[in-house]
């Protein structure tokens, strides 16, 4: 009998905490350079793409600015935005301003974006030196107790050194890599594939920071903003990750743990 209740009450804590987990949400929001607009140089995503861990599809490619061409500064809202489902997020709404819009350059050599993790690396919100050198980004009706935040960025120059703020806190300095430049009739380079900047919370100074996207978890609050806040800095993409275990599922997960070791415990004796 104390067998029977050890393994109900271990299976229900796993059950509850992988119920949980099914929860997890992944919103993938793409900037695209609306002047692109032929079959070989188009920058919006129709398929999956992202960086490992965080391959989705349903990107939402967003217009960076209508009609084209665009004049900068570029600025808009966005509404209706899905996950990775497809599904509409209720609420959930999206804002932002740069002083350009345009393509990294070199991501691919002949321009034709045949891949689409260069697509997603191609268009992009620009700070410029003619306007304030900013981008902002902002995330607002999230519903979702916690979450995190990939943010993706490219440049057609290595050692870009671009300064990156979430709700202005600052993240740090980071030397861009051409992880998707020099791409040649759609093939990718040798230095091609994405790089995490890591930790991003104690980055410190460009010297020791270098890559093309970074993640902030254990965020909280109904909205969440991005800035890119230095000339030459740019934001091609964006990721909003939740479902990340509630500290009731947790606690549910470890009395589950505990449940299998009191088995242990009593099988031993």
């Not at 996207?213 to 990750?241: C, D, M, P």
Request: hydrophobic letters at 40%; glycine letters at 12%.
């Amino acid at each position: 009998m104390l067998k029977t209740k050890l393994a109900i009450v271990l299976m229900a804590g796993f059950v509850a905490f992988a119920a949980n987990q099914a929860k997890a949400e992944s919103i993938g929001i793409n900037f695209t350079d609306p002047t692109t607009t032929t079959t070989l140089n188009d920058t919006t995503v129709g398929n999956t793409a992202g960086a490992p861990g965080y391959v989705q599809g349903s990107w939402n490619n967003i217009a960076s600015c209508s009609p084209s061409p665009c004049t900068p500064p570029s600025s808009g809202t966005a509404s209706g935005l899905v996950d990775s489902t497809g599904t509409t997020v209720t609420g959930l709404g999206l804002s932002y301003s740069a002083d350009a819009v345009g393509t990294t350059a070199g991501v691919a050599g002949s321009a034709n974006l045949t891949i689409q993790d260069q697509k997603l690396m191609d268009g992009a919100l620009k700070a410029e030196s003619s306007g304030d050198d900013n981008v902002t980004i902002t995330l607002s009706g999230i519903t979702a107790p916690i979450y995190a935040l990939v943010v993706y960025f490219d440049s057609g120059t290595a050692g870009t050194t671009m300064h990156f703020l979430v709700n202005s806190s600052s993240i740090g300095y980071v030397d861009t890599i051409r992880g998707f430049s020099q791409g040649t009739n759609g093939s990718p380079a040798a230095n091609y594939g994405f790089t995490q900047v890591t930790p991003a919370s104690t980055l410190a100074n460009a010297s020791t920071a270098t890559g093309n996207y970074f993640v902030v978890s254990g965020l909280s609050g109904s909205s969440v903003t991005v800035e890119a806040a230095r000339t030459g800095a740019q934001i091609n993409a964006i990721e909003l990750i939740t479902g990340t275990p509630e500290p009731a599922s947790l606690g549910l997960l470890l009395l589950g743990l505990a449940g299998f070791a009191g088995y242990r415990k009593f099988k031993r004796a």
